[in-house]
Each structure stands twice: as C-alpha cells, then as structure tokens.
C-alpha cells in the first residue's frame, strides 16, 4: 500500500463515520513524489457535514491529513467535492 492510498482510505473512512449517505463517499488520488492530493467527494446534502460550522471539520480532517502525510513524508492536500 502506497503512502497515497494509506491517505485516501483514512480520509474516505472518516468522512463515511460523519454523512448521512456513506455509500456515496468517494475519494480520488492523485499523487506526486511530493505531494497527495486526495478529493473527496460527498453527496450535496452531507457537504454540509463534511465541511461543519465556520469550516471547523473540514479544517480538523486537514490537519490530521497534514500530519500523517507529513509523518509518512509527504505534503497532504484534501479538496471537498459536491456531487
């Protein structure tokens, strides 16, 4: 299991434990030697969850991001995507 995958399949099993649809979870990779970027994308009614109040789950699920790829020696990125 590469870095990446470790990565998206953290990120796509915590946003599954928030949504209300979590059979519409789905990540994409896309990764550089330097660099994961994983998408996430939810269903348009669970944006809301994903991103919380004043953006605070969104930010949390970036920094625990950030510090595991950081911690496995790559910089991480997460984009919310709306279905």
Do not use: C, Y
């Amino acid at each position: 299991m590469t870095v990446g995958e470790e990565l998206q399949g953290f990120v796509e099993s915590l946003a599954r434990e928030v949504v209300d649809n979590p059979e519409l979870v789905r990540t994409v990779l896309l990764e550089s030697d330097a660099t994961v970027v994983v998408e996430l994308e939810v269903h348009r009614s669970d944006v809301g969850k994903v991103i919380g109040r004043e953006g605070r789950m969104a930010d949390a699920l970036r920094v625990l991001l950030t510090g595991m790829s950081t911690k496995l020696g790559k910089k991480g990125i997460l984009q919310v995507l709306d279905r």
